[in-house]
Each structure stands twice: as structure tokens, then as C-alpha cells.
């Protein structure tokens, strides 16, 4: 996916510096004070050099790089006011677009100073409170072990309180010097706050005068519209000078650059989440100290490999210095893992407090909270999208939330349960039998530790309670984790059909973990830490500064980004996630070896899904040829089977995998039914038919073209096809299930996703047209059409393996010596119903003895 504004070559392909543009100056533009205010010029000669072009791509984008082309660009600011003329060049677009971003999402400018000033207060408020509880008052009295003073018997709060000046005098060594630190600490965080506020005041008049957004509207407005308001003002004020027009994806990589790091070489298993603890084995944990120590290391610390916000360092252009750099990151990570554990204690006990003092109004009034689960650091990175903005993100793992707690619920360890039953009951008789004698004789509740008592109790209670199943609770792990996957978008292949196990159960609250759990993770993160980065992260050194160099692009306008997150799906997609007809395998350039393949691809179809979900967001984004030929094949290839699903009996389309993907699809809910059912039941439209006659006729040399297919045809067998829908698609998940939409309308408008009158060009629009319950919530059509999309790619990316299984084994029953390894196990395949009709539902719960009947 050659451009005339990106530079592709990898820094391994490459014996000059990729990362600059080299630039001549060609004359020094003299201009006096007075006229700079109005007036901003610059100059760029330059070669442009890049073997990947074709005549097409050039033509495609000559009205965005014609003045690169030419040598010289010269930008004129029209004198529209002073106010105005303050946005053209910002040096740092990163920090400005992020500020933008967070400056719509927190709701304005005063609620972020307010959030500022109380983070400053707070930990004040530490300090104070620490200081106060430790040196300011006379436990004896306040425990009753002795007297107040004059004797009364009743204790005042001036008995308990020590006076200041007594207080101070008691001040030891240690005092002063816990003060003093966290005094310094304190400026430094409150001069911190000052600049946040400063910057957020520009961007607050760039809001207000530039955007033309008052505070009052951020609630009211989409970031995709303030996103499109951004570009007018590029294309008026020249805020990036190298670059005439911004697109969609040059404003999300501005935001995203470091973040799509992070998804990559979690991909890529570089980051270190699995690592061995004695005593307990393998934990799966990825905790916010680990994450700000990674970003610290691998982008914005010093040393680290990038030397700015957008450049990455220029040694990394040069193979011969890979050892070196290599040493020199390992020596970096070292030096932050002994930081790390020198200040492990003081760490350890700031999030000690920070956790009580934030958790323990809400474990008083329910603590069953800590019983909730919550999306896993873990889980957030694996299943991020690239390109994918916080509010995009949280939306779609908000609507998975409730089917994976009920999925994680439906398990139960048997032995738990009875252990937890008796636990129960005898928590609750002591309970019990403590409130009937305080009831009786309140001076019960007055005798030592009485409260501390019935406190364990109710915890031990409220944890026995989650270890005991819902006895109303129906086992349904397939279809449930298909709707978390028609959300999440990514899971592994290897849990196809094995929902129902304790192992794809265990890998799977890795992702969704108690929020117990989680805070356990975090507050003893400091000690582990330490041990994590020095023996887990510091030996993949070596492959890190591989990553860098192979996989960082140079984009003209915005620097230096991984070139994963360019959804390059010709030189980074996956051959089991490409389309057959959409001619992506054959085109030049391609290097067909599985070898390299696999070095350039991406696990789990992340390049592929990050391509469709941000073209649904992003409907206006110009997406290069090969993205368009990618997105127009899935459409295609789908329309091809509904036809041959409408027009073939039954058991030719036990294998359609768009028919699976509808059916599934439908499973999901209510909502999500009634548009499965729109789409299986009406009839072949003329361009539908006549669209997959053309393909067939295209594959007539491999395959024969089926014979009679017309609208009649497809008419006649729709209704033997709603007979197999309704067989299959069962009773969908309306329990607990929300309409595509309905999630959105429950938040405000600024955490919806894409733009507010949705998307014009979806694979849902191509299969049955605009659906009448959708096109009253456009935004619903964005995540409908989400779901089926996820389900549908996957049941291809199934396919594939499955019929390259099958090529192996029939290539190894053949006569002869074989030089091929073991063979990986195909996934077990669903049981197929009676001749009558084809059954297709959660199969891989019945082969389990905890189902009592096949109903899944």
C-alpha cells in the first residue's frame, strides 16, 4: 500500500536514515517582526524517492502532494485576526491532539482544573492525615484504656486530640524527613498542575474561537465532529506546515502512536504479562506501574528509543548498531528495575493508602464489590484495536460486559461449593447469634473487637457467596462466548468450540478479573516489578530494538509510527484473514513466503479488524487501493453466499460461513435476531444475483457455477431457509442483552462512537439495504454491523485453516517419505443434526455431563 506521503521502507531495508525527510534550504525567507504575524512561509526541497509507487497511486494522491513534489511548499496565512493566527504551526501536535482529546472527554475546562486541584489536595491530605494520626493523638484514651484527665466518664474529642504545639514537639527525625520529601514531591506535583492548567486554558480558546465549540456543547458533540473541525482549521491555519491536508488516520496516530507500540508488541508476545512467581506458578498480570514503567523505558524516559514525541533515535537507522542499542536498553531497564526496587516501599505504601482510602466507603456499604469483575489491564491491551481511542474502546468492551460475567458465572468448582456452603452457614450462624444477644443487650456491641468480629463475618460470607452457583443458571458457554467475541473482536483460534473447558475458562479471567484480584495486583506491584522487568523484560532486549527497527514507518506530516497501525493489509494482513477475491495475494511486491509472512503478520486478524472497525468509524477517511479492494472483497464475498445460501438446499449451506455468522449473530439478542431474520429472509435482490454470477463465473475454471440461480429460485428457498434460522437461532440472550444502540444511548453523546449519522457503506447496507430499526439509531448501525463483521471474518479465517488442515493430511496420506512435522490438531468439529435439517448451536457444551440436554 505504496503512497507518494509515506515512506514504507523498514529501517532493516534501509542504509540511510528513513526517519527524516532530507530537506535542502533554498533561501532564508527574510521577514520582519510585523510582517510574521501575518504572514508564515516555508521552504522544503527534497527528493522523492519511493520504488513502491504505481502510476495509479500517484495520480490517486497528487492533489495532497503536489507541492512535494514541486520542492517548494509556501504557506500563506490569510490575516483573519490575531486570535486566529496563533494555531499555524505547533510544534508539538501529539501533545496538542491528546490535550484535545482528554479536553472533550473530561467535559471542559473547569471540571480539569477541578480534577487537577483536588489531585493536589488529596495528597495533601495524605500527608496531613498521616502525620496527624501518627503524632496527634492519645490512643489510651481513645481505646479506653485510660482516663481523661479530670476523670470524667465521658471521653470528649479535646481528650483524644493532642494540641498542635504538643503534637510538634513529638516530631522525630523520620517525621521531618517524610515531610520534607513529600513537601518537595508536593511543589513539583502542584507546578505540574499549574502547567496542565495553562495548556488547557489554549486549548480551551482554541475550542472556543478555532472550533467554534462552547464548554457547554462538549456534551452535546461527537469527538468524529470535533475531529472533522480540526481538519478545517488545518486546511485554513496550517497547524502541521509539513503536510497541506490532515486525514482521520494522521490525527488518530498523533494520539495513538506510543498506544499502537504497545498493542503491536503485545501481539508480538514482547511485553512482559506471563512470568513465574514462587509458591504460585504462572500469573498472567500486567499492572499500571508495569505499564508506566514500559512507556517510560520504551518512549518518553531518557535514553529510551525515541528522542521525542514523534522521532524515533537515528541509530536505530543503522543494522551494525543493533548490539549496541541492544546493551544499551538492557542496561536502561536495569537501571529502572533497582529505582524501581529501592523504591518499592514507599510505593507500596502510597498505593496502600491510595486503594483504602478510594475503596473503603464503597466496601463498607457492599463488600460483595469486591466480588465484580472488571477488564483486566491485561485484557484492554490484547483486545485494543489499532487506532483505537480510549471512549471507542471502552464502549465496546461496556457492551461484552455482561455476557463475560455471566460466561465467568456459569463455572463452578464443586468442591468450592460445598466448602463455601458450610462456610456460609456457619459465618451465619455465629452472625446470628452475635445481633441476637446485641439485640437483647446492646452493651454486646460494646465489648472488645465485638465489631471487628461481625465485620470478618460478613466478609467470609460475602465471599462464600461467589463460590456458590445460581441454581436458575443456564449452561450456555458457546453462545456466550460467541457474543463476547462478536464485541471483543479478538480471542484466541484454539477456543473454538472449547468454551466449555476449564482451560479456555481460566485463559479467559485473565482478561476479565476480580476487582479483588485486581487490587491485590496492584498494591503489591511494587515489589514485583522490579523482579519482572530485570529477569521477564530485560532479556527480550534484543528483539525489542529488532521491533523498532523493522516495524517503524516514516508518514510525511507526522513522523515516525508503527507501521502496523498504517492496517497496511498488504504487507502486514495475515493469508488466513484475506479474501480471495480481493486480488490482495497477487499483487507485487508480496512476499509469499510462509516464513515471512508470519514475521509480518499479526496474530488473531488485528490488522484486518482494526482496518474495518476504523473505516466504520471514520466513514469519510480516503483509504488507500489495497484497503478499499480488501473492505469491498469482504462485501462481495459475503453477498456471494447469501445467494448461494438462498438458492442451495440445505446441506450445501451447512457450510456457508456467512449463514454461521448470521446465526450467531442473531444468538446474541433480540435486536441483533430481528436483523439476522431481515437479512436471511428477504428475497435475492437483481444486483445480488447478478453480482454472484459474476464471481462464479470468474471461478469457473476451479469450480462449477451452480445452475438455475434466479430470483424465483432464491424466493422459493427462503423458506426452507427461515425453517433452518429458526431452528438454529433458538432463543437469543434477551435476558441480559441490549440493542446494538441501546448501550449508546445511555451514555452521553461525546463517548459515542464514529460519527453521529452513522456509516453509508456497510456490509449490513450491502446484504439487506438501510433496516428500518437501525436507520432510527445510525450509531447502532456502526456496532451491528461490528459484530457481524468480527463473526463473519473469523468463520473465514476458520474456514481457511480448516481446508489447509485438510490439504496437509491428504498431502501425508499420499505414498512416500514426508518431510513435514507433526501436524497441529484441527479443532473438533460440530455434530451435524438429522438428514432433515442441519442443526448448528453450541454442539461443544453437549459433549459435557454437566448439560442436561443438548439445548444450548
Known amino acids: 500500500m505504496a503512497s507518494p506521503n509515506i515512506n514504507y521502507r523498514s ?166 524527613l517524610t515531610i520534607f520529601l513529600a513537601a518537595i514531591y508536593l511543589g513539583i506535583r502542584l507546578l505540574k498542575t499549574i502547567y496542565h492548567i495553562t495548556q488547557y486554558a489554549d486549548i480551551k480558546r482554541f475550542y472556543n474561537t478555532a472550533l467554534g465549540i462552547e464548554d457547554s456543547d462538549l456534551d452535546n458533540i461527537t469527538w468524529h465532529d470535533v475531529q472533522q473541525r480540526t481538519r478545517k482549521v488545518q486546511a485554513e491555519q496550517h497547524m502541521c506546515i509539513d503536510k497541506e491536508l490532515l486525514t482521520e488516520l494522521d490525527i488518530y496516530h498523533r494520539i495513538l502512536r506510543f498506544k499502537n507500540y504497545l498493542v503491536a508488541l503485545m501481539n508480538k508476545q514482547l511485553l512482559p504479562v506471563r512470568f513465574q512467581l514462587p509458591l504460585i506458578g504462572e500469573v498472567v498480570s500486567l499492572s499500571r506501574g508495569m505499564l508506566f514503567n514500559i512507556d517510560f523505558i520504551l518512549f518518553r524516559g531518557p535514553g529510551s528509543p525515541f528522542q ?89 468492551l461496556n457492551r461484552a460486559y455482561e455476557y463475560a460475567d455471566r460466561y465467568l458465572s456459569s463455572f463452578s468448582s464443586p468442591l468450592a461449593a460445598v466448602i463455601a456452603r458450610n462456610g456460609l452457614f456457619i459465618s451465619g450462624g455465629l452472625l446470628i447469634l452475635i445481633l441476637a444477644l446485641g439485640i437483647y443487650d446492646e452493651h454486646v456491641f460494646q465489648v472488645e473487637h465485638v465489631l471487628s468480629i461481625i465485620a470478618a463475618l460478613t466478609v467470609v460470607g460475602v465471599l462464600c457467596r461467589t463460590f456458590i452457583p445460581d441454581e436458575n443458571l443456564i449452561w450456555c458457554p458457546e453462545q456466550l462466548m460467541t457474543a463476547i467475541l462478536a464485541h471483543v473482536h479478538y480471542l484466541p483460534t484454539e477456543w473454538k468450540q472449547q468454551a466449555h473447558t476449564a482451560h479456555v475458562r481460566s485463559e479467559f479471567s485473565n482478561f476479565f478479573q476480580f476487582k479483588a484480584g485486581y487490587l491485590l495486583s496492584e498494591i503489591f506491584s511494587p515489589f514485583v516489578t522490579p523482579f519482572v522487568l530485570i529477569f521477564v523484560f530485560r532479556p527480550k532486549a534484543m528483539e525489542i530494538v529488532k521491533f523498532f527497527r523493522s516495524f517503524t514507518v516514516s ?68 483509504m488507500p487501493k489495497e484497503a478499499s479492494k480488501f473492505i469491498k472483497g469482504i462485501r462481495e464475498h459475503a453477498i456471494d453466499e447469501l445467494v448461494q445460501a438462498k438458492t442451495s438446499p440445505q446441506t450445501a449451506a451447512r457450510d456457508n460461513p456467512l449463514m454461521h455468522s448470521l446465526i450467531s449473530f442473531g444468538n446474541i439478542g433480540e435486536a441483533y435476531s430481528s436483523i439476522a431474520n431481515s437479512v436471511l429472509a428477504a428475497d ?173
Open 11 to 176: 529501517l532493516a531495508e534501509e542504509h540511510a536514515n528513513p526517519f527524516q525527510t532530507t530537506t535542502t534550504t533554498a533561501a532564508n525567507i527574510k521577514t520582519n517582526l510585523d510582517d510574521a504575524k501575518t504572514f508564515t512561509a516555508a521552504a522544503h526541497l527534497g527528493e522523492h524517492a519511493d520504488d513502491e509507487e504505481d502510476g495509479d497511486q500517484e495520480h490517486d494522491h497528487e492533489h495532497e502532494d503536489m507541492s512535494h513534489n514541486s520542492g517548494i511548499m509556501i504557506h500563506i496565512v490569510p490575516e483573519t485576526g490575531k486570535e486566529s493566527q496563533r494555531w499555524n504551526h505547533i510544534e508539538d501536535l501529539d501533545s496538542f491532539f491528546s490535550r484535545m482529546y482528554n479536553y472533550q472527554q473530561k467535559h471542559g475546562f473547569r471540571v480539569i482544573v477541578l480534577d487537577e486541584v483536588f489531585q493536589v489536595l488529596e495528597l495533601g491530605f495524605v500527608i496531613w492525615l498521616f502525620t496527624f494520626s501518627t503524632h496527634c493523638i492519645k490512643y489510651d484514651v481513645l481505646f479506653g484504656n485510660s482516663l481523661p484527665e479530670p476523670n470524667r466518664t465521658k471521653t470528649m474529642l479535646s481528650d483524644v486530640f493532642i494540641s498542635t504545639g504538643e503534637c510538634v514537639s513529638k516530631f522525630g527525625f523520620f517525621t521531618y
Open 308 to 396: 521525542n514525541n514523534w522521532q524515533l533515535r537515528d541509530e536505530f537507522a543503522v543494522r551494525s548498531n543493533q548490539t549496541e542499542l541492544a546493551q544499551r536498553l538492557s542496561k536502561l531497564i536495569l537501571g529502572v528495575a533497582l529505582v524501581n526496587l529501592l523504591l518499592a516501599p514507599v510505593i507500596f505504601l502510597w498505593q496502600l493508602i491510595y486503594f483504602s482510602f478510594s475503596y473503603a466507603n464503597i466496601l463498607r456499604k457492599e463488600p460483595s464489590a469486591l466480588g465484580v469483575r472488571t477488564w483486566s489491564n491485561y485484557g484492554r491491551l490484547y483486545l485494543r484495536h489499532f487506532n483505537e481511542l480510549d471512549h471507542e474502546l471502552d464502549a465496546r
Open 555 to 622: 508518514v510525511r506530516g507526522v513522523g515516525n509510527v508503527c507501521s502496523f497501525a498504517q492496517m497496511d493489509v498488504r504487507k502486514h494482513g495475515n493469508p488466513d484473514w484475506q479474501i480471495n477475491n480481493s486480488h490482495l495475494l497477487d499483487l507485487p511486491g508480496l512476499n509469499n513466503d510462509p516464513l515471512h509472512q508470519q514475521q509480518q503478520s499479526l496474530a488473531g486478524g488485528k490488522t484486518e479488524m482494526s482496518l474495518v472497525r476504523f473505516t466504520l468509524n471514520n466513514p469519510e477517511w480516503q
Open 684 to 856: 435475492v435482490s437483481p444486483e445480488q444475483l447478478q453480482l454472484s454470477q459474476s464471481m462464479n463465473a470468474g471461478r469457473a475454471s476451479f469450480n462449477n457455477p451452480p445452475a438455475g440461480l434466479g430470483v424465483g429460485t432464491g424466493a422459493a428457498a427462503a423458506s426452507d431457509f427461515r425453517q433452518m434460522l429458526q431452528q438454529n437461532l433458538g432463543e437469543p440472550l434477551s435476558s441480559m442483552s441490549m440493542g446494538p444502540g441501546d448501550s449508546m444511548r445511555r451514555l452521553r453523546l461525546s463517548k459515542a462512537e464514529g460519527r453521529l449519522e452513522g456509516p453509508t457503506d456497510t456490509l449490513l447496507y450491502s446484504l439487506y439495504g438501510v433496516e428500518p430499526r437501525l436507520a432510527k439509531n445510525p450509531i447502532g448501525v456502526t456496532v451491528a454491523d461490528m459484530c457481524l463483521s468480527a463473526l463473519y471474518l473469523h468463520e473465514l479465517s476458520q474456514q481457511k485453516r480448516l481446508s489447509r488442515q485438510s490439504r496437509i493430511e491428504e498431502a501425508d496420506e499420499r505414498p512416500g517419505p514426508s518431510s513435514r512435522g507433526p501436524r497441529p490438531q484441527a479443532p473438533p468439529q460440530p455434530p451435524t443434526g438429522s438428514a432433515g435439517h442441519t442443526v448448528i448451536t453450541s454442539k461443544a457444551a453437549e459433549r459435557t455431563p454437566l448439560l442436561g440436554n443438548i439445548r444450548s
